[in-house]
């Protein structure tokens, strides 16, 4: 600050005397000289606080570099782990692929075989079918037969028969029973 009061009583000095050296207080009138004692002045004032102020800017953008660097690190940590567990993930869904492809064969395996013993199952339910319903109709057309012939020979003993050869029969009939008894 004593410096500063130096200039200026130099500079009032100088105003009074009117000598070409010293200090011009009318900045446009000031020629390369009076700018530099000025500015030697300003530097030799400001310097510690320029100083200070660009140390403190210069750890800042330090500190703020040094940060990045960590945060560059710990991204690409987690990039690598992030492509670490990509990988694996790739690794189990080509796995749970082979998986469902051999399930899906098993199983289609296992429908084609079930397939087949249900259709043999079946033929062999329409050939029993079959052969229980030709039974039946072989029973039936016996039946039918029978019937047909207990018809045709009642009709014929009915036109053969005479109320003289009923009687006969019957007779007839009647000791061969009596002698069997």
Same mark, same amino acid.
Request: no cysteine.
């Given at each position: 600050?004593?410096?500063?009061? =130096? !200039?200026?009583?130099?500079?009032?000095?100088?105003?009074?005397?009117?000598?070409?050296?010293?200090?011009?207080?009318?900045? =446009?009138?000031?020629?390369?000289?009076?700018?530099?004692?000025? /500015?030697?002045?300003?530097? $030799? +004032? #400001?310097?510690?606080?320029?100083?200070?102020?660009?140390?403190?800017? %210069?750890?800042?953008?330090?500190?703020?570099? *040094?940060?990045?660097?960590?945060? +560059?690190? &710990?991204?690409?940590?987690?990039? +690598?782990?992030?492509?670490? &567990?990509?990988?694996?993930? &790739?690794?189990? !869904?080509?796995?749970?692929?082979?998986?469902?492809?051999?399930?899906?064969?098993?199983?289609?395996?296992?429908?084609?075989?079930? #397939?087949?013993?249900?259709?043999?199952?079946?033929?062999?339910?329409?050939?029993?079918?079959?052969?229980?319903?030709?039974?039946?109709?072989?029973? %039936?057309? &016996?039946?039918?037969?029978?019937? /047909?012939?207990?018809?045709?020979?009642?009709? *014929? =003993?009915?036109? $053969?028969?005479?109320?003289?050869?009923?009687?006969?029969?019957?007779?007839?009939? !009647?000791?061969?029973? #009596? #002698?069997?008894?």
């Amino acid at each position: 600050m004593n410096d500063f009061l =130096l !200039i200026s009583s130099l500079a009032e000095l100088s105003s009074e005397t009117k000598k070409s050296f010293g200090f011009n207080p009318n900045f =446009l009138e000031a020629n390369v000289l009076n700018i530099a004692i000025l /500015l030697s002045g300003v530097v $030799y +004032l #400001g310097r510690n606080f320029l100083t200070s102020a660009l140390e403190v800017r %210069q750890q800042k953008v330090a500190e703020a570099i *040094q940060e990045a660097e960590e945060r +560059l690190v &710990q991204a690409n940590s987690r990039l +690598l782990e992030s492509e670490k &567990q990509l990988t694996q993930a &790739q690794a189990v !869904i080509e796995e749970i692929k082979k998986e469902a492809e051999k399930t899906a064969r098993t199983v289609k395996e296992s429908i084609l075989a079930q #397939g087949k013993l249900d259709i043999e199952r079946l033929t062999n339910n329409g050939k029993s079918s079959i052969e229980k319903a030709e039974l039946q109709i072989k029973k %039936q057309i &016996q039946q039918h037969i029978t019937e /047909l012939a207990i018809q045709k020979v009642t009709v *014929q =003993l009915k036109e $053969y028969m005479t109320p003289n050869l009923q009687s006969k029969v019957i007779d007839s009939n !009647i000791s061969n029973l #009596g #002698g069997q008894l």
